[in-house]
T-cell receptor, first 113, second 116 residues
């Protein structure tokens, strides 16, 4: 069964627009971790954020913000005032008791100048 | 942050040959390392989990005799793709978890394997 669902396959925006990436997860564990990674065309995975299941505080880091809602099992990611350098594939991932990462299918974000 | 180095970053090999990929944790000891595979335009899928000093645990559908994993020390795990075929062409990426129990695993840069 799919543990992490990223329903949006591709999103295309014009520079300076905001873009929100959806992530819905499924787990029976009470302790788990959620992650977002960025994968630019070069291929490496860039860590963006980790959130544990007991911390529902939303977080802002520069132009990035995350909205974690346990009630809806969602961990959405917003890029504010997008830039061309934000163009990449973004993965949401879930880690349960065994620390293995289950990745979503990824969302390709294209920011046009 | 913790650094994981993966080598080589790119490799092209002939069909039927074997290729070894190294994953090193440079500034921490990794009791557990994970190997993932990513086919073009797809997500990352866990192949196997390796624990230092013990046999690797493979995910369903991954051939353990084809993908040999060795985790001989707390800083090094290797993945050997044996008798490679074109369908093994993929992006392989490792991650290492700090033995101090932090939840986060750190990723290497990945290896793009092309089998011709």
């Amino acid at each position: 069964a799919q543990k992490v669902t990223q329903a949006q396959t591709e999103i295309s925006v014009v520079e300076k627009e905001d873009v929100t990436l959806d992530c819905v997860y499924e787990t029976r564990d009470t302790t788990y971790y959620l992650f977002w990674y960025k994968q630019p065309p070069s291929g490496e995975l860039v860590f963006l954020i980790r959130r544990n299941s007991f911390d529902e505080q939303n977080e802002i880091s520069g132009r990035y913000s995350w909205n974690f809602q346990k009630s809806t099992s969602s961990f959405n990611f917003t890029i504010t005032a997008s830039q061309v350098v934000d163009s990449a594939v973004y993965f949401c991932a879930l880690s349960e008791f065994d620390y293995k990462l289950s990745f979503g299918a990824g969302t390709t974000v294209t920011v046009r100048a | 942050g913790a650094v994981v180095s993966q080598h080589p970053s790119r490799v092209i090999c002939k069909s039927g040959t074997s290729v070894k990929i190294e994953c090193r944790s440079l500034d921490f000891q990794a009791t557990t390392m994970f190997w993932y595979r990513q086919f073009p335009k797809q997500s990352l899928m866990l192949m196997a989990t390796s624990n230092e000093g013990s046999k690797a645990t493979y995910e369903q559908g991954v051939e353990k005799d084809k993908f040999l994993i060795n985790h001989a020390s707390l800083t090094l795990s290797t993945l050997t793709v044996t008798s490679a075929h074109p369908e093994d062409s993929s992006f392989y990426i490792c991650s290492a978890r700090n033995r101090r129990g932090r939840s986060e695993a750190f990723f290497g840069q990945g290896t793009r394997l092309t089998v011709v």
